[in-house]
């Protein structure tokens, strides 16, 4: 045999399921869910940094329209918004809400993307459906053992089963033949046995591998680690789910009088009070699965008895958020700039809420904050949001003074605005094709820095807007000017 005909690794074929264990997470990790596995590590990242602001977890939100217009929406609904106020930005969300229950929120949010379409639906839909009911059950169960980490708990509770999740959404051919499998077994021994005969493995090990590749948080190991032993928030973990598996059989069922019995016993209060506080957290698991985007799954919690299920588009309907003019979203969030700034806030706080502001507000797509360097002859991207915004900064980054009819130097050193129908200069190498504004960033009596915002090719640009834009720019001096003055 010649030596160079031979290989060392033969890679499998690009249709061939994946064999074992460690095949499945790598091809659901990067080919089924690298989106997901991206959002993860970004909040996650963002949340283990003590010294990471709202700014940061808003810039990852608003990468995404869908999920920015979803956590707004949450954010105003009842469920998490008992206050009734009114929330227009990502910004203002963290704040009225807290910062880690938006970063659970986009995680939850995040999941259901990546598993609401595609795989068996019945399967992916039954697994979701039980997910947010023992996630709404475990959160419950905190609260009434006095815990402060309840949203914690409904996040962790809600990706306990992540991996059962992906495999009905992506198994292929092997999902097929283990969903015949199960049609003949009821009883967990069957099953564990379906899934030892079909994959090698049972899919409990699947969730667990997944949740340590993608670094999910402790407690969600914990919780699906048997081997851990229970404290409050694992325990409240592990009955939500024992709840939502027991209602699958009957809420009347001899199981779920079982279980019931547990939560009490942990909980401390009657059996009756319990039961009609799972009734209710059951339409509240409901509400939250459309709130997420998971309709099918809303409509698959199974209702108590006797209780009349919430049509889906009523739940829908209930976290929408209140109709609202751009008028008055650009005011809202003006004041909400104004009173940062007279709170001493960053200028990356101020810089991020006057992105929104300039994305949300006056309907841009892409916005950059470019600061200039200290030694006064370059320009460099700071701050962006919207879509394609990251590259778009990093590649705004320019030596200034090269040529008067440039438009960054022109605002550079007119201090003055400019529209313009399309990119032209410098800027035709790093933007698209649609209408601009540029507007400088001023500091006692200087030019520091240049805001850029674009609309994508085919859109039009009025002069209501532009101002508007120039508003923002406004504000973001006032900030310099307030670092200036603050001596920072």
């Known amino acids: 045999m010649n030596p160079e005909l031979d290989f060392e690794d033969i890679p499998p074929l690009t249709n061939a399921p994946p064999q074992g264990l460690s095949a499945w ?17 970004a909040v996650r990242g963002i ?20 999920t920015t217009t979803k956590v707004l929406k949450l954010a105003n609904s009842a469920y998490f918004n008992a206050s009734r106020q009114g929330v227009s930005t990502i910004s203002r969300a963290i704040v009225v809400l807290g910062f880690d229950v938006v970063a659970d929120m986009t995680l939850g949010l995040a999941l259901v993307d990546a598993l609401v379409k595609g795989g068996l639906r019945s399967r992916v839909t039954e697994e979701m459906a039980r997910c947010f009911l023992a996630a709404s059950v475990a959160r419950g169960l905190a609260k009434m053992r006095g815990e402060g980490r309840a949203e914690e708990v409904f996040i962790a509770a809600l990706l306990a089963r992540v991996g059962e999740m992906a495999f009905w959404c992506f198994g292929g051919e092997p999902a097929e033949s283990l969903d015949a499998r199960l049609d003949a077994v009821s009883d967990d021994a069957g099953i564990l046995a379906a899934q030892q005969s079909v994959l090698g493995f049972p899919l409990r090990q699947l969730t667990t591998q997944l949740a ?9 190991n914990d919780a699906i680690d048997p081997s851990v032993k229970s404290g409050t928030l694992v325990e409240s973990i592990r009955l939500g789910h024992a709840v939502a598996k027991a209602v699958d059989v009957g809420w009347d069922s001899p199981k779920m009088r079982g279980v019931l ?20 957290l059951s339409s509240e698991a409901s509400r939250l699965a459309a ?12 209702a108590p008895p006797g209780a009349v299920p919430e049509p889906v588009d009523e739940v829908v309907a209930a976290v929408e958020l209140s109709s609202v003019s751009p008028a008055e979203r650009q005011l809202s969030i003006l004041r909400d700039l104004s009173m940062r700034i007279l709170s ?29 360097a200290p030694n006064r002859r370059q320009i460099i991207g700071k701050y962006a949001l919207g879509n394609q915004s990251e590259g778009l900064a990093r590649r705004f980054n320019f030596a200034l003074g090269e040529s008067q009819s440039d438009p960054i130097d022109l605002v550079f050193q007119s201090h003055k605005p400019l529209m313009l129908e399309r990119p032209r200069g410098r800027l035709q190498g790093i933007a698209g094709t649609g209408p601009c ?30 101002y508007a834009f120039v508003h923002f720019a406004q504000h973001l001096s006032l900030a310099v000017h307030s670092l200036r003055g603050s001596g920072t």
């Open 344 to 372: 001493g806030a960053s200028f990356a706080d101020v810089a991020y809420l006057a992105c929104e502001g300039v994305l949300h507000g006056v309907g841009f797509d892409r916005v950059v904050v470019a600061l200039v």
């Open 261 to 280: 019995s547990n939560a009490a016993a942990f909980t401390g209060l009657p059996l009756d009070e319990l039961n009609k506080e799972f009734i209710r």
């Open 291 to 302: 709130g997420y985007g998971a309709r099918d799954a809303a409509a698959a919690i199974p």
């Open 437 to 466: 504004c540029l507007a400088p960033i001023m500091g006692v009596g200087r030019c520091v820095g240049i805001i850029f915002a674009e609309r994508d090719a085919d859109s039009t640009l009025d002069e209501a807007s532009y």
């Open 47 to 66: 949340v283990a940094d003590d010294n990471a602001s709202a700014s940061r977890l808003a810039s990852v939100i608003l990468r995404d329209q869908a």
């Open 212 to 220: 340590r590749e993608w670094r999910l948080s402790a407690l969600l």
């Open 25 to 41: 997470v790598d091809h659901i990790r990067e080919q089924d869910m690298p989106a997901f596995g991206q959002t993860v590590e």
